[in-house]
């Protein structure tokens, strides 16, 4: 687990030893700012965060790519995964320590919007139980975009190949869970929209914490790590 933490702490410095970091952080920032704005902060509103967590779901499936895409392919093209593989460390730390630190960058970016939930204090008062429940949701539903970028990254040396996979496959998830879903009826609809991460996230955002949103989440996520895991390995006796 050590061995983790390390190259964890190792990835999550290089965000920021490169544009990337901040260029996402602050892209994010930007577009969640206007929504907060135009949807939530304005007369008459109920305060809620509701707008902000349903509007993450899209603005993760691009963010959470960029943020993923240079954790293996970035190995891979600048040759130094040889000595990766190659050093006393179990692959699944380097897929772990690489995702931990995937993900605290998504903290990372989370963090300063709780500004949000500080300036609807100062003008009502907003029902803390959703809030809570929303930003587990967007914790889960980031987890299980960059366990899947993740996998993706692990799978090709090109960065724009590992972004554009993952990007595509949750455009796609989109499209199938709700218009898809709607296009082919029962009983077919009812096994898309219980696939669809936007109504899980959408029943967090609600304040109704279930078990099986959460269980989605965490069995996609660990699913996803486990794939990339085996293609790691795979790469070792090529």
């Known amino acids: ?72 392919a970035g ?17 699944w730390q380097v897929i772990w320590g690489k995702f931990l630190a995937a993900f605290c960058m998504l903290l990372v970016m989370l963090v300063p919007t709780l500004v949000y939930l500080l300036m609807l204090q100062m003008v009502s008062k907003p029902d803390y139980g959703p809030v809570f429940s929303g930003y587990l949701g967007l914790l889960l539903l980031g987890a299980m975009y960059l366990a899947l970028g993740t996998l993706a990254s692990t799978m090709t040396q090109s960065l724009m190949a590992a972004y554009l996979g993952a990007f595509f496959f949750w455009i796609f998830a989109g499209f199938a869970t709700s218009q898809g879903a709607a296009a082919l009826g029962s009983p077919w609809d009812t096994v898309l929209y219980a696939c669809s991460p936007r109504l899980h996230t ?28 085996r293609i790691l390995e795979s790469r070792r006796w090529r």
């Open 1 to 72: 687990m050590r061995a983790a933490l390390t190259i964890a702490r190792r990835e999550l410095i290089s965000y920021f030893c490169q544009p990337v970091g901040y260029v996402v952080t602050a892209l994010f920032l930007v577009v969640s700012g206007i929504i907060f704005s135009l949807e939530i902060f304005k007369p008459a509103e109920p305060a809620s965060l509701r707008a902000f967590f349903s509007s993450a779901v899209w603005m993760l499936s691009f963010i959470a790519p960029a943020i993923t895409m240079r954790l293996l």
């Open 75 to 91: 190995e891979y093209r600048q040759g130094t995964i040889e000595t990766v593989q190659t050093s006393p460390v179990a692959d």
């Open 202 to 229: 959408a029943n967090l955002a609600k304040g109704v914490i279930s078990l099986v949103d959460i269980v989605f989440f965490l069995s996609l996520t660990v699913f996803f790590l486990l794939l990339a895991v």
